[in-house]
């Protein structure tokens, strides 16, 4: 975890959050996590911490729409540093039930991902994939989360990318590995 979380006097007028950001330094797109706190801060979040450099955000804000914050947070990076990074945010109740909801118990750390979307996928868009054919790889979907479980790992797997060719063209969503998912979880309920 980095950066110590401030603490404000409105903590009881806030819900909790994880925000995640979308392809952030990867490909040219660097964005420093102490830069990307005082982002957060600035746009009115409180008791905010990082985690890892991939953009993982845990906060408090007087916001209660997770939609509504992603896009107010996206707003404040975009103005703040010129780049425009989706992001994705989901309150602690909806993080609980990402955990809980885990179709592949089994499965974990790295070989098991969940990508997190803006908005569930039609229920045509993976009608007509052959997910035998994939095997031992796994996919379900559970509300607006993609549950990944690639055994060898996602860098090249089938499945993946595969997966990556049918997305919808307005849905936008970005991965996190199990481990990140659980050090989330706790961060987000320690507070």
């Given at each position: 975890m980095h950066g110590t979380p401030r603490r404000s006097d409105r903590s009881t007028?806030?819900?909790r959050f994880v925000a995640l950001l979308r392809g952030i330094n990867v490909g040219g797109r660097t964005l420093k996590m102490a830069d990307l706190r005082a982002v957060v801060?600035?746009?009115g979040g409180?008791?905010?911490a990082t985690y890892i450099q991939s953009g993982n955000v845990v906060l408090s804000h007087s916001m209660r729409s997770p939609d509504r914050l992603a896009a107010h947070l996206a707003?404040?990076?975009?103005e703040a540093t010129g780049m425009a990074i989706p992001v994705i945010a989901r309150t602690t109740k909806e993080w609980d039930a990402v955990v809980q909801a885990n179709p592949f118990p089994a499965a974990g750390g790295t070989t098991l991902h969940v990508v997190f979307l803006d908005q569930p996928p039609g229920p045509d868009a993976f009608g007509d994939l052959d997910l035998a054919s994939f095997a031992p790889e796994e996919c379900t979907v559970v509300g607006r989360e993609l549950y990944l479980y690639l055994p060898n790992g996602m860098g090249r797997s089938p499945l993946a990318i595969e997966l990556a060719k049918r997305s919808h063209p307005m849905a936008v969503g970005t991965s996190r590995n199990w481990n990140t998912v659980l050090t989330l979880h706790d961060m987000v309920r320690s507070s």
């Open positions: 007028n806030v819900s801060e600035d746009a409180t008791d905010v707003g404040a990076i975009e």
